[in-house]
Antibody, heavy 116, light 112 residues
Framework: EVQLVESGGDLVQPGGSLRLSCAASGFSFSNYWMYWVRQAPGKGLVWVSQINNDGSNTNYADSVKDRFTISRDNAKNTLYLQMNSLRAEDTAMYYC?????????WGQGTPVTVSS | DIVMSQTPLSSPVTLGQPASISCRSSHSLVHSSGNTYLSWLHQRPGQPPRLLIHRISNRFSGVPDRFSGSGAGTDFTLKINRVETEDVGIYYCMQTTQFPWTFGQGTKVEIK
């Protein structure tokens, strides 16, 4: 069974940092592009970042570019999102997503709250 | 970026009756491969989104056959044949044809 389990979400002050992790199991992690999508409280879904299967290609939403870094460790079957210079507007549930030609699988999410 | 627009944004339905949600994209979702990467997601309160339909009309594993998808190019529809209690929640259309992924605003389905 495909499983994506996010962790690392927390309450952090503006300007602070967090690293989110997504532990993958039940599939060949190194074969898949992976994604982060976030959802602010009561709002819709927003794509944040993506990484190709070997980690050599990454992309970011303009709102997080130069502050967030996506990475992966294929030996550990784990996806990461390093978030720096956090702002109140980064407050959201962060979902790890696997996609295979339109067939997406979503993790349970990890909550990030940025507040003083 | 491709803009995805859903209608209606709210849909009160009677149990056992059909429901329909439309999704329109600002650009064609036909990929250079010939496939159209338009998906439908369902999110229950307090739960993560889960995939219902991918590539316009393909039901994901375990999705009941009362759900069906149709459309082409820029216009797509999700239909629920007979709404059940477990179908309440928010439905999103999503395109993964072109970077970046974009989503519709969501349609809230509730029981009258």
């Amino acid at each position: 069974e495909v499983q994506l389990v996010e962790s690392g979400g927390d309450l952090v002050q503006p300007g602070g940092s967090l690293r989110l992790s997504c532990a993958a199991s039940g599939f060949s992690f190194s074969n898949y592009w992976m994604y982060w999508v976030r959802q602010a409280p009561g709002k819709g879904l927003v794509w944040v970042s993506q990484i190709n299967n070997d980690g050599s290609n990454t992309n970011y939403a303009d709102s997080v570019k130069d502050r967030f870094t996506i990475s992966r460790d294929n030996a550990k079957n784990t996806l990461y999102l390093q978030m720096n210079s956090l702002r109140a507007e980064d407050t959201a549930m962060y979902y790890c997503v696997r996609d295979w030609f339109g067939e997406s699988t979503w993790g349970q999410g990890t909550p990030v709250t940025v507040s003083s | 970026d491709i803009v995805m627009s859903q209608t209606p944004l709210s849909s009160p339905v009677t149990l056992g009756q059909p429901a329909s949600i439309s999704c329109r994209s600002s650009h064609s979702l036909v990929h250079s491969s010939g496939n159209t990467y338009l998906s439908w997601l369902h999110q229950r309160p307090g739960q993560p989104p889960r995939l219902l339909i991918h590539r316009i009309s393909n039901r994901f594993s375990g999705v009941p056959d009362r759900f069906s998808g149709s459309g082409a190019g820029t216009d797509f529809t999700l239909k629920i044949n007979r709404v059940e209690t477990e179908d309440v929640g928010i439905y999103y259309c999503m395109q993964t044809t072109q970077f970046p992924w974009t989503f519709g605003q969501g349609t809230k389905v509730e029981i009258k």
